[in-house]
T-cell receptor, first 111, second 114 residues
Framework: QKEVEQNSGPLSVPEGAIASLNCTYS??????FFWYRQYSGKSPELIMS????GDKEDGRFTAQLNKASQYVSLLIRDSQPSDSATYLC???????????FGKGTRLSVIA | DTGVSQDPRHKITKRGQNVTFRCDPI?????LYWYRQTLGQGPEFLTY????????KSRLLSDRFSAERPKGSFSTLEIQRTEQGDSAMYLC????????????FGPGTRLTVL
């Protein structure tokens, strides 16, 4: 059973701070890693993808991947109240396997 | 709008009725996925198509569920003899087959079974 684990939160950070979201996965041969943002009542929106070890930056977002530790994280710099949402970690294995999602971490940015 | 679209956005039905949902993927995407999401959970994979071929079905997909993708374009998901446990958000996602498989989701269909 492939599993993706996330702390459900809520994670509360003040406006302007760095929010750090973490995810671990069980399938060692996982190849692709994604972060989705989901506002309440809406569908998931892809915000970051990462495929190799290290950091990948896109604006205020940085994804970090450590395949040896089976760990992927998302940093949000200069957090804004509009970043308040649930962040879903998704992992894809080899070949045509579907995405496996964690339950998500609820982030609350306090103004 | 060139994103994934789903119809209807909301569906309320009585237990035992049949329902059908439609998904129109991004036009150049050849893979289409169906997921189900309940409150407090991440999306759970149901089934996926590459062009018109249904390549994989989850064990979550009981015999009451059937999906089609005629001509490799839009897809439909039908639930027969709905049960209250079928109440969920049904999400469709599409992607262009590649090593990276970035999936883009539609707005979802929220099903409520009374």
């Amino acid at each position: 059973q492939k599993e993706v684990e996330q702390n459900s939160g809520p994670l509360s950070v003040p406006e302007g701070a760095i929010a750090s979201l973490n995810c671990t996965y069980s399938d060692r041969v996982s190849q692709s890693f994604f972060w989705y943002r989901q506002y309440s009542g809406k569908s998931p929106e892809l915000i970051m993808s990462i495929y190799s070890n290290g950091d990948k930056e896109d604006g205020r977002f940085t994804a970090q991947l450590n395949k040896a530790s089976q760990y992927v994280s998302l940093l949000i710099r200069d957090s804004q109240p509009s970043d308040s949402a649930t962040y879903l970690c998704a992992v894809k294995g080899l070949g045509n396997t579907p995405l496996v999602f964690g339950k998500g971490t609820r982030l609350s940015v306090i103004a | 709008d060139t994103g994934v679209s789903q119809d209807p956005r909301h569906k309320i039905t009585k237990r035992g009725q049949n329902v059908t949902f439609r998904c129109d993927p991004i036009s150049e995407h050849n893979r289409l996925y169906w997921y189900r999401q309940t409150l407090g959970q991440g999306p759970e994979f149901l089934t996926y198509f590459q062009n018109e071929a249904q390549l994989e079905k989850s064990r979550l997909l009981s015999d009451r569920f059937s999906a089609e993708r005629p001509k490799g374009s839009f897809s439909t998901l039908e639930i027969q003899r709905t049960e209250q446990g079928d109440s969920a958000m049904y999400l469709c996602a599409s992607t262009q087959a590649s090593a990276y498989n970035e999936q883009f989701f539609g707005p979802g269909t929220r099903l409520t079974v009374l």
